[in-house]
């Protein structure tokens, strides 16, 4: 199993910056990708940004140039750097990883969720 703990959300004002931060612990395979997701109210789980083990990234074009994700693989840690917040960006904010199993198969696990809200 593989247990997510994310920090850093909070109440920030637009155009202000917040970091958030996700700790994995368990059993991490050395090959996975680690990332965001947002969910605002009545809205779907949206993905933000993902990143390799290995450092390719995968940002959605509504926060490009704007946020940046990152990681340290030694600490099992995943960072997303938001800069510019704007309203919009109001929602909970979830880690999540996946690795592969074995052969197809793979394994999703989720954080339990930090909250960003930014006010106008």
């Known amino acids: 199993q593989v247990q997510l703990v994310e920090s850093g959300g909070g109440l920030v004002q637009a155009g202000g910056s917040l970091r958030l931060s996700c700790a994995a612990s368990?059993?991490?395979?050395?090959?996975?990708?680690m990332g965001w997701y947002c969910q605002a109210p009545g809205k779907q789980r949206e993905l933000v940004a993902t990143i390799t083990s290995d450092g390719s990234t995968n940002v959605a074009d509504s926060v490009k140039g704007r946020f940046t994700i990152s990681r340290d693989n030694a600490k099992n840690m995943v960072y997303l750097q938001m800069n510019s917040l704007k309203r919009e960006d109001t929602a909970v904010y979830y880690c999540n990883l996946v690795q592969v199993l074995y052969g197809s198969i793979r394994q999703s696990y989720w954080g339990q969720g930090t909250q960003v809200t930014v006010s106008s």
């Open positions: 368990g059993s991490i395979f050395s090959i996975n990708t």
